[in-house]
Structure formats: structure tokens, C-alpha cells
């Protein structure tokens, strides 16, 4: 065989040449590290907790995709209580037992109040979110506290009717009688129905009642979208975003991520739309009346000739 034929085969199609095969070698090579690199490691001085290896890129993706919860029982059992489970280039410690849980949540809560700082969440409320923001600093502490401070206040503020010890009071069993009233209407229509999406537009009705100052009617298209907004935001996020721990697929089209940006937006929109409404309509005679139950007070200026100077 001549160096002719060679050089003939070696170009014919369908064969991958060795140029081809370095290549991809060395970009697969490339990935890893730079996924390795992006790995977050136990801080200097502190070991990881012990867990299964995992592959690379995808950690235990794989093993944990179907039933998550029994495969996290079965490797607990092998590994202890406080396990490390690698998803993605992510490392997530994963606590079990009764008794460990109570000592991160109950007995050391200021450790373990934050939130890991996930793509996907800073979407929601545009990353200042008391649920799902990863910042526990000054500024997430001041709206914890205004959020705490305004429900104590509608815990404590007057009711307009002598039925209910407050405003709090007053919303919940409002939302209770016309809730009761349609169960049994249903009832006498139906003879039997699922209480479900009843009960979700209740609790609903009760948070725009604290948060916006009306209640809504149960047929009403703006509460219905709030609810339906829930349920979508629920669903997006309880299917998780790989993207959030393979930063590779971040640079990939991503039906889920369109999807929980899509919901997230549509919220946004709808508060600020209430929002701009509430500052078009403020009154601040009425609102004091209403958080303290007592006439509005009134300042007038001294008059002049009541100074001693003069």
C-alpha cells in the first residue's frame, strides 16, 4: 500500500481523524476542570461530610431523578445523617433524623437561614425576595422586619365591627362565612365536589385583603390569575432547573427557565400594576384611621399673637 492510498483513506468520509479525537479529548478535558474549579469546597480547615462520589458534571443526577427521596434514605443509612450529594457541580448537604434536623433548624436557625444563590431565583420579586433570596444581609433583615411589622399590626389594629378583636380577624372570618356559605350551596347543587381550588382562592382572597386592601369575589378573573400564577410558579419550580447546577446549560435553550421567567414576570407585573394604583389612591386620613382606630390627629400652626415675644 502507497503513501497515496493512505492518505486516501485517512480523508474518506465517515472516519474521524486523530486531529478530531484530540480535539474533543481535549475539550471534554476542559469542562471538567472548569467545572471541578467552579466547585464550591468545604471552607479551609473543615472537611466535607461524606457521600457518594458522583460522576463528573453530573454529580448524582442521574441516581437521583426517579423516587429522590428513597434513593436520600437508602445512601443516609450508608453514609450518616449529615451526607454530601453532589448535583451537578453543586455539593448539597443533606441532613436526616430527627434529632439533626432539630439541631440545624431549631437549635443553630441564624446558620442555616439563608438560601443557596441559585440562578433561577433571582426571578423572583427581581432577587429581593424574603423567601427565596440567598442574601441574609442589613437589607434583607429591614423587610423581614417591615413584613413582621405590618402583619403585627393587622394582629393588633381595631376591626371596624364589634364581631372580630382585629383587621386580621376581621379578613379570616370574613373569607370563613362566604367560604362556608358556598360549601354548602355546592352541596345543595352538586350533592359532592373537591374543596381544593375553593380553599386556595379563600387563602388567597385573605393575603390580597392584608396586602392590597380589597377583597375579591371568588369569580373574579384578577384573583383567579393570582391563584393560577401560584399553582403555575409551584409547578415550574418543584421541577427544578438543571441549569441552577450545570452551568453549561445555561448557555442552552431552556423550556423550564422560559417558563418560570415567563410566571415570575407576569406576577411582577400584576404587584407593580397594584402598586402604582395604591400611590394614584393613598389616603393617609383613612389609612390612620383604619391601622389606629382613632381620628386622624390635626396640627395648626401657633398663632402670632400668642408669642410672648410679640
Known sequence: MGPEEVMVQASSPGLISATEVLVA?????????????????APKGLRSPPGPRGLPMLGSVLELRKDPHLVLTRLS??????MEVTIGSRPVVVLSGLETIKQALVRQAEDFMGRPDLPSWQYVSNGHSLAFSYECGDAWKARRKLAQNALKTFSIAASPTASSSCLLEEHVSTEASYLVTKFLQLMEEKQSFNPNSYLMVSVANVICAICFGKRYDHDDQELLSVVNMNTEFGDVAAAGNPADFIPLLRYLPNRAMAAFKDVNARFSAFVQKIVQNHYSTFDKVRAWVLLHGKPFPRFTAPSLCHNPIH
Open 25 to 41: 479529548a481535549a475539550t471534554f478535558c476542559l469542562l471538567l476542570l472548569l467545572t471541578q474549579t467552579r466547585r464550591q469546597h
Open 77 to 82: 443509612r450508608k453514609y450518616g445523617d449529615v
